[in-house]
């Protein structure tokens, strides 16, 4: 069992405890947060031309790449400052949808 020096020590001016100890465990259990989910489904298609009518072996491929095609959401991790004025808010967010279209000549 471990024991937090700062447990219930606030100074007269409002500082948070001074002798805490770096690298000392809390007793805050493992997992004990949980930030905000995760899910992205990516999609791609692909379509290859055979163009042997010019030369053998030429083709036209071509590809299109949808990344969080649904779009969702994904926050951030909140903030995990305590006297910070966003403290719990998660204030950025991965990138919404994208498209992507991909031409290829191969000879």
């Known amino acids: 069992l471990f024991r937090n020096p700062c447990a219930g020590v606030v100074s007269a001016t409002g500082a948070s405890c001074t002798n805490q100890l770096i690298g000392r ?3 805050v259990a493992r997992g004990a947060f949980v930030g ?3 899910s992205k489904f990516d999609f791609n298609l ?3 031309i055979p163009l042997d009518h010019f030369r053998e072996g030429m083709r036209l491929t ?3 790449d949808f990344f969080n095609l649904f779009n969702r959401v994904n926050f951030g991790q909140p ?3 305590i006297n910070s004025a ?3 808010q998660s204030t ?3 990138a919404g949808r994208i498209v992507q ?3 290829r000549f191969e000879f």
């Open 79 to 81: 903030v995990n400052t």
């Open 46 to 48: 692909v379509k290859q």
């Open 92 to 94: 950025t967010a991965a």
């Open 25 to 27: 465990q809390g007793t």
């Open 86 to 88: 966003n403290f719990g």
């Open 62 to 64: 071509l590809r299109a």
């Open 36 to 38: 905000p989910g995760f």
């Open 101 to 103: 279209f991909v031409g």
